[in-house]
Nanobody
């Protein structure tokens, strides 16, 4: 059974940093591209960041570029999202997701972790 479990969310003030972590189990982690998405109240889920299988390619939404960094540790089966200079508009539930490199859609999703940024 595949599981993706996010952690590291919380309530913080604007300007500080948070590091989200996603622990994967039940899959060959090194075969999967990993992504982070978020969903704010009343809004659709949106892409935040993604990393290729090897970690050699990263992709970011324009809204987080320069502030967020995605990374992965294949040995630990974890993917991380370092979030710096947080803004109130970053408030959302953050989800990690996994897909095979040959697939267009993300196959597996975590339950999410809440990030709330106060002004």
């Amino acid at each position: 059974q595949v599981q993706l479990v996010e952690s590291g969310g919380g309530l913080v003030q604007a300007g500080v940093s948070l590091r989200l972590s996603c622990a994967a189990s039940g899959l060959s982690f090194s075969l999967y591209a990993m992504g982070w998405f978020r969903q704010a109240p009343g809004k659709e889920r949106e892409f935040v960041a993604a990393m290729s299988v090897s970690g050699g390619f990263t992709y970011y939404a324009d809204s987080v570029k320069g502030r967020f960094t995605i990374s992965r540790d294949n040995a630990k089966k974890r993917v991380y999202l370092q979030m710096n200079s947080l803004k109130p508009e970053d408030t959302a539930v953050y989800y990690c997701a996994a897909k095979l490199s040959t697939e267009d859609q993300y196959r597996y999703w975590g339950q999410g972790t809440q990030v709330t940024v106060s002004s």
